[in-house]
């Protein structure tokens, strides 16, 4: 199996800090199946195909191997993100209802202002400072702030959900054991998570209902039948905890990348563009996503021929999005940073039924964001390049960046 | 600023629409309408749509445009291009401004002349039927967005009469003459009048084709009217229809055929389509043709009778009969042009009256009809956005590459249709089908894909509100894969099996797609003359 060795170099911790030349080699072989028995995916037009391929199936349950596992672990079914039409797109449905169009439109847009100063009070904060951590200071807070004001979390919980959160990542990097092991794990955290939303649940039971989109979960909405209440603490785990722990990443991934091709953070500053944040952030999240691959999320209903290979019925499947993304078959020259490509059709927010749903939210978060670090941050210089970077290799994104700094300037009116 | 959705290519992500929530907005699950033609203080909301649709299918005018060459499309140019100085284009809607575009972009430096009937710059027609009635674009703000302004004479208001095929010329109607070096033809078609010609001249008979025909329906369903007869349930029909329910007017569709949309789709996904006009409240009536439209003595539309042996009063009557290939003008230009339009071949180059191809004269959009390998080599004619797009394009890039260098039209066809919160979307040619069956989804909830068979493999499929799964299916087309399809997929309904599809035998009036010369005793090349059907 030539394939293994550049599959486990990929997940070795060593690599953490540039993937990229291992995906090349990777790509070679679109379709691998590695050591583990599980198939490997790396190129731009098979992952697009399987992404739509309806003999694909998100529920786990499927695998014979899973036995009971049943979904988030006791008393929890499986969140939406592990299931499949048509009951994945009713609670989507649901979900979206008091999130956006059709039903509530303009909320994200209505968000923005608030986001911006959220970020401007963050940046207040480094005031005095000559060396920062984006990370700890600013790309994991911010984010954390949104998500919270949006469920109405309380942000005082924080360090509560954020040790459940980091087990869930934790159980999300398929080097930490096997995938029955980790949907264990996984459970036990999911259902720490569930009982957590519980309580808040319980606490609100006699208050009106608020705008918030926890509160609108329990009614019933634009014609599907309703969430039981064990569908909305998995289904609020999971907003939780993938606004907490990916959008981070995309933001400190931005920063380094601009620093290490400062003309564009130059044009960022300058503010004349007004489109070039937004073209900055898609660059990003074809360039340096945050999710690098979806690890055995998929398995097979049928026998899928593809790139020559067939993957039989009731196989695991690894979509590596981030190989994708810098396939040439997607853009020429892609292992350069180019905010201005024409066609940019990354795969960084996934694709078909379950394309990002938070995605409306982290773009904004993400180009205001870097938009205010570019404009406030004086004379910012990397401390330490590569960065340290946290073990996982399928959520990707530094520990910390150290940046030196002359000075915080002002916001811009 | 201008705007435009290449709705072939959207997929319902939604992503615009919590971008710019005041210039896109989502029907129901996946259906967009959008202002074409928003202010200039939206221009950065749109941006970011731009730049987030996950399949860039949103195009917007730009000053200096950020254009590149793809190393790809300039290899085209040298020797071929220098012998090339004039190039014509007649017809200037969706297929003639794209060639046009696309021969500046891949660097053809020569003169380039676009004719056009139509005083207006080019504009983009799907939203007439769709966000222009419920007043959600303006009928005028539909003017295609051009990349970067380029450098083309443009003759508009003046249509041609004639081609001078040995002289190289296109004639004008005010007696110019345009000489070429290679031309295209992209004349489209026209909306059939209804077919007595003093009922249709009655006020309250109208068509839908261009801005002023969409303007003055808008205009006629905005001042409330007591009744709209829509006659004939195709796609335009049933458009119209839908609009006159979200307007809360009163209408009665009626068709001849079994179902709206048989003609195209078959009648199995015809009633299910019924179903829903009824639903939210049309009064449909199949199996009924109109006899008469009558009028009072100003000349005013009162009643219609129909077959069904009833009269009704209605003071708006839309007739969506289908429509006409602006052919008329290549009378005696010796090339092979009917009523199903100007015959090309794959690399879009047009076929005289003898068959054989030419060199010089290109063909694109509504008006060709060209041979399609999947489909036994058999004449398609289209009518659909996508595919005057992408027949343009190829077209255009023939028309300045060497023999070696040129691409083939061999992309399936692809529409979409809106109607209510339905997203309703085709890959493939569904009356090339013997049977249906529907295997991913719900009828009930009217989420569903059809999928079409002709002798055990896999022609066609028609999404409802589903289309992240079509591109699935066109593989499937592609590699003309067994039907009925076999394999288990998500959302599998508990019975699948496959019904007659019950298309057309032949090709009704109101068809989008049709297949046509198939027959031996078809294959002549005498030519068709009027009266065009
Ligand atoms: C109301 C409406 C709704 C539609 N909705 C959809 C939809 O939802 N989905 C979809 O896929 N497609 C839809 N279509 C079809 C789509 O708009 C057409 O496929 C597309 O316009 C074809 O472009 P074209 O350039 O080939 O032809 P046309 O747009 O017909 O343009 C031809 C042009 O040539 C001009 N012309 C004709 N004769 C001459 C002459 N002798 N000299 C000079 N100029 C001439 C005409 O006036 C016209 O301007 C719709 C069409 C209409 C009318
Ligand atoms: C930059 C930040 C983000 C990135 C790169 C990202 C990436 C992704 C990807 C690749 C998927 C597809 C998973 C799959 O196909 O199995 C996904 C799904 C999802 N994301 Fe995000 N995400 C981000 C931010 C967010 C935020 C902020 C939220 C919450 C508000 C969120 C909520 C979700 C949910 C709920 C799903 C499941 C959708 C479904 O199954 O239909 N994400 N995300
Ligand atoms: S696919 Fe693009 S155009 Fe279509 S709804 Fe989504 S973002 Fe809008």
Redesign the pocket.
């Known amino acids: 199996m030539t394939g293994s060795s550049v599959w486990q170099q990929i997940l070795d911790h060593s690599h953490r800090a540039d993937p990229y030349p291992l995906y090349t080699e990777l790509r070679k072989t679109p379709v691998r199946q590695v050591e583990d028995g599980s198939y490997v995916v790396s190129t731009y037009p098979e992952i697009v195909a399987l ?1 739509h391929d309806p003999r694909l199936s ?1 529920d786990l349950r499927h695998l014979p191997e899973m036995g009971t596992v049943s979904g988030e672990g006791p008393g929890l079914p499986p969140s ?2 592990r299931l499949d039409p048509p009951e ?1 797109d009713r609670i ?1 449905r649901l979900l979206t209802w008091d999130f956006g169009p059709p039903h509530r439109p303009g909320r994200v847009d209505g968000m923005l202002p608030d986001m911006r100063v959220i970020v401007t009070g963050l940046i207040d904060d480094l005031v005095g400072k000559t060396r920062v951590d984006i990370v700890d200071e600013f790309a994991y807070p911010f ?1 954390v702030t949104v ?1 919270c004001r ?1 469920l109405d979390v309380p942000r005082e919980d924080e360090p509560r959900f954020q040790a459940l959160s980091d087990a869930l990542i934790q159980v999300a990097d398929p080097t930490t054991g096997s995938i029955t092991e980790r949907d264990r794990q996984r459970n036990k955290a999911m259902a720490n998570l569930g009982q957590y939303f519980g309580g808040l649940l319980d606490a609100r039971a006699d208050q009106p209902a608020g705008d918030d989109l926890l509160s609108g979960l329990l009614r019933a909405s634009g014609g599907d039948e309703p969430m039981t209440r064990a569908q909305v603490l998995a289904n609020a785990a ?2 939780l905890v ?2 907490h722990e ?2 981070v ?2 933001i400190t991934n931005g920063m380094l990348t601009l620093l290490r091709h400062p003309e564009v953070l130059d044009r960022l500053r300058r503010g004349e563009e007004p489109d070039l944040a937004a073209r900055v952030v898609e660059e990003l ?1 074809r360039y340096e ?3 690098h691959l ?1 690890p055995e ?1 998929r398995n097979t209903l049928d026998d899928i021929e593809i790139a020559g290979v067939t993957i039989p019925a009731g196989s695991r499947v690894t979509l590596v ?1 981030a190989a994708g993304s810098r396939d040439p078959a997607l853009t020429p020259d892609p292992d350069r940073f180019d905010p201005d490509r024409a066609h940019n059709e990354h795969l ?3 694709g078909g ?7 409306p ?2 773009r904004p978060e ?1 180009r205001i964001a870097l938009t205010e670090l570019a404009q406030r941050l004086r004379n910012p210089r990397l401390v330490a390049d590569p960065p340290p970077y946290r073990a996982n290799p399928g959520l990707r994104g530094p520990r910390h960046l150290f940046v030196d700094i002359d000075a915080v300037d002002p916001a811009r009116p | 600023m201008k705007v435009i959705v290449d709705l072939t290519r959207c997929q319902g992500y939604a992503q615009c629409a919590f971008a710019a929530p005041e210039v896109f907005a989502m029907r129901g699950d996946e259906a967009l309408l959008y202002d074409s033609d928003p202010g200039q203080g939206q221009r950065e909301r749109i941006e970011r749509a731009v730049a987030a649709c996950p399949v860039q299918a949103i195009l917007v005018d730009r000053e200096g445009g950020r254009h590149r060459l793809s190393p790809e499309t300039s290899r085209g140019l040298g020797e071929e291009m220098e012998r090339i100085g004039r190039i014509v284009i007649v017809g200037a809607s969706l297929a003639g401004l794209r060639a046009a575009s696309v021969l500046r972009r891949e660097g053809f430096a020569g003169s380039l002349t676009m004719i056009g009937d139509e005083a207006h710059p080019p504009y983009d027609r799907p939203p007439l039927s769709k966000q222009v009635l419920i007043g959600r674009a303006s009928a005028q703000g539909t003017v295609l967005p051009r990349h970067d302004e380029f450098d083309v004479r443009w003759r508009l208001g003046v249509p041609a009469t004639g081609l001078d095929l040995g002289g190289k010329q296109v004639i004008l109607a005010d007696g110019q003459r345009v000489r070429f070096d290679r031309m295209l033809i992209a004349t489209g078609l026209r909306a059939r009048a209804w077919p007595k010609e003093t009922a249709a001249g009655l006020d309250g008979v109208c068509t839908i084709r261009t801005p002023e025909d969409a303007e003055g329906l808008r205009r006629r369903l905005a001042a409330g009217p007591s009744r709209v007869l829509v006659i004939g349930a195709g796609f335009t029909g049933c458009e119209v229809a839908a609009a006159c329910r979200e307007l809360d007017v009163l209408v009665t569709m009626v068709d001849r055929g079994p179902a709206p949309l048989a003609g195209a789709l078959g009648a199995v996904i015809g009633r299910i389509a019924a179903q829903m006009h009824r639903d939210h409240g049309v009064d449909l009536r199949c199996g009924v043709q109109v006899e008469a439209l009558e009028g009072d003595r100003d000349g005013r539309l009162r009643r219609a009778r129909l077959s069904d042996g009833t009269t009704m009063e209605v003071d708006v009557a839309v007739a969506a009969l289908g429509s006409v290939r602006n052919v008329e003008w290549l009378e005696g230009a010796g090339l092979a042009a009917g009523p199903w339009g100007v015959a090309c071949d794959a690399g879009c180059r047009a076929v005289d009256a003898n068959g054989v191809v030419t060199d010089d004269v290109f063909v694109a959009g509504d008006v060709a009809r060209f041979p399609h390998p999947v489909y036994g080599f058999q004449y398609l004619a289209l009518e659909h956005w996508g595919n005057a797009v992408a027949q343009a394009e190829i077209a255009a890039h023939n028309m300045i590459s060497p023999q070696s260098r040129r691409w083939a039209h061999l992309a399936l066809p692809e529409f979409w249709s809106t109607q209510y919160d339905a997203e309703i979307k085709s890959v493939g040619v569904p009356t090339y089908a013997d049977q249906v069956v529907i295997p991913q989804g719900s009828v009930a909830q009217r989420r569903f894909v059809a999928v079409y068979g002709y002798r055990g493999r896999i022609t066609a499929a028609v999404a409802f509100n589903q289309s992240k799964w079509l591109e699935f299916y066109a593989g499937l087309i592609n590699q003309a894969a067994p039907f009925p399809p076999s394999f288990r997929t998500v959302d599998q309904p508990p019975d699948v099996h496959p019904v007659p599809a019950e298309v057309p035998v032949r090709p009704t009036y109101q068809a989008t797609v049709v297949v046509t010369g198939h027959t031996p005793g078809q294959r002549r090349a005498t030519l068709v003359r009027r009266p065009y059907l």
């Open positions: 992404l998100s939406f993100i994945h989507r984010p998500i949006l999971l907003l993938a606004g990916t959008t990443n995309l999240l996503p945050p999710v979806l999320t999005l960084g927010f996934g039924v379950h394309y990002c749903f938070g995605a939210l982290a993400t």
